[in-house]
């Protein structure tokens, strides 16, 4: 079984993009500090230099994670590998997976859906594919990897893509909290998938998606709400 299935068929903890409230979001150091709090599965947003190197930035630039103005999807690799701030610096998807080498699953958010293949060539070439999975809110990034890779829809607004999903073949599905209703949560689970809400940084609203059955919460506290849920 892929280890992101394992985790969530025992509640999981997914940091969301590492472990933000400790260390700066989607950097080593982030996803090591999210694995040192207890994480069970650790997420990871992808985007793709002009010459195809594959970083982990939840935007196309680097303005507010690195305060410099950089679009990354229009430059290439050699010249945004030495920006950083601090003790961080932009990570590749590489550095990534070899880091977590199957320490926790992997979800790897695909931000635009041309760059997906290349993310599954990735995860294929580092035989990462027993513990990573991707995740995306654009239904076309998942159908170019159906029956290759694990995956998972994420959405933010209702109804929710709870069937789309299923006929996208994913493991599981990603709602906002908001969507996470009891009566969603019972219709996903009849379809046989996962249920992953996300973004959780109050330890009540947790342990209150956890009752209502959530297969797994995504937070930017790690450590704050594997406390709470002990």
Same mark, same amino acid.
């Given at each position: ?80 590998? =030495?920006?950083? $701030? ?7 998807? %590489?550095?990534? /997976?070899?880091?977590? #080498?199957?320490? +926790? ?72 909290? =908001?969507?996470? $209703? ?7 689970? %009849?379809?046989? /998938?996962?249920?992953? #809400?996300?973004? +959780? ?30």
């Amino acid at each position: 079984m892929n280890l992101v299935l394992e985790k969530l068929s025992k509640k999981a903890l997914i940091g969301h993009r590492g472990e933000p409230a400790k260390e700066l979001e989607n950097t080593l150091e982030s996803i090591e500090r999210a694995i040192e709090d207890g994480a069970d599965i650790v997420e990871v947003d992808i985007q793709r230099t002009a010459d195809g190197v594959l970083v982990l930035s939840h935007d196309e630039d680097l303005k507010r994670s690195f305060n410099v103005d950089i679009n990354i999807r229009q430059a290439r690799w050699e010249d945004i590998k =030495t920006v950083s $701030t601090g003790r961080y610096r932009i990570t590749t998807l %590489r550095e990534a /997976l070899e880091l977590t #080498a199957g320490r +926790v699953g992997m979800f790897l958010e695909v931000k635009k859906p041309e760059d997906a293949l290349a993310v599954a060539q990735l995860v294929e070439e580092l035989k990462a594919q027993n513990w990573a999975a991707v995740i995306s809110f654009y239904p076309e990034a998942l159908e170019a990897l159906k029956g290759r890779l694990l995956t998972g829809l994420v959405y933010a607004r209702p109804p929710g893509m709870i069937p789309e999903a299923k006929k996208l073949g994913c493991g599981f599905v990603l709602p906002k909290y =908001t969507l996470a $209703t009891q009566k969603a949560v019972d219709f996903a689970h %009849r379809l046989r /998938l996962f249920v992953v #809400a996300w973004t +959780v940084n109050e330890p009540e609203r947790a342990r209150e998606l956890f009752q209502r059955g959530v297969d797994g919460v995504a937070t930017d506290h790690v450590e704050l709400i594997k406390k709470a849920l002990l």
